[in-house]
């Protein structure tokens, strides 16, 4: 259960990345009510992605604000999880209505299922006239499916769970209360490019 517990996981990682942000935005003088907005939101976002993609090696730190990692965990799960509340605050924050926001993710999150379970058909046993072809046709679709939607190569998708889909629905929730207070913000300010520039996400050339 998506929950804003100072003590949960994913939070932390979330109020970490907030801050971040904040502080960045705050640097180039940006100011908006509330706890977050759409711009403050999709900078955590970008954040957040690069720990998810992090290399101690190539990336020391992040280029945004030259601190590390939020956690060396790249793949707690809870990782994942503030990936998707961020995802949707950022977009609702921005204006996107919360009807739009939600077939966004039921799609994507349809679309996700059906890629992790086209891959596995690959160990689909049985003698049924159509299993030959499920081995050999779903599993190839499916790969390309997850090539599409996943942002580092050597990280397959995994089916959402409930956790996902929860912090995903709060994020819209925060995401609509951010653009309430926010009504006339410039959600495109000049110095944008430069951060978004900045905050390249590593994807490493080759799995391990």
């Not at 993609?53 to 990692?69: H, I, S």
């Not at 793949?75 to 077939?103: K, V």
């Not at 299922?113 to 689909?124: C, P």
């Not at 089916?159 to 629905?169: R, V, Y």
């Amino acid at each position: 259960m998506a929950s804003k517990s100072p003590t949960d996981p994913c939070w932390q990682y979330v109020s970490a990345a907030l801050d971040r942000a904040s502080a960045v935005s705050r640097q180039h003088g940006y100011a908006w009510r509330g706890s977050s907005c759409g711009v403050v939101s999709y900078i955590a976002l970008m954040c957040i992605m690069w720990n998810r993609n992090w290399d101690d090696k190539k990336d020391p730190a992040w280029a945004v604000d030259g601190l590390p990692p939020i956690t060396s965990k790249v793949n707690d799960i809870n990782l994942a999880y503030a990936d998707h509340y961020l995802d949707r605050r950022t977009h609702c924050g921005l204006g996107m209505g919360r009807l739009q926001a939600t077939i966004q993710m039921n799609t994507y999150d349809a679309v996700k299922k059906v890629a992790v379970g086209f891959v596995g058909m690959r160990n689909h046993a049985g003698d049924k006239p159509f299993d030959a072809f499920y081995r050999e046709a779903c599993p190839p679709i499916g790969n390309a499916l997850q090539n599409l939607m996943r942002e580092n190569k050597c990280k397959p998708l995994s089916a959402p769970g409930p956790g996902e889909i929860g912090w995903s629905k709060l994020g819209i929730t925060d995401g609509e209360r951010d653009f309430e207070l926010n009504p006339g913000i410039d959600n495109s300010p000049a110095w944008l490019p430069l951060v978004k520039q900045r905050a390249t996400i590593y994807v490493p050339p080759e799995c391990h």
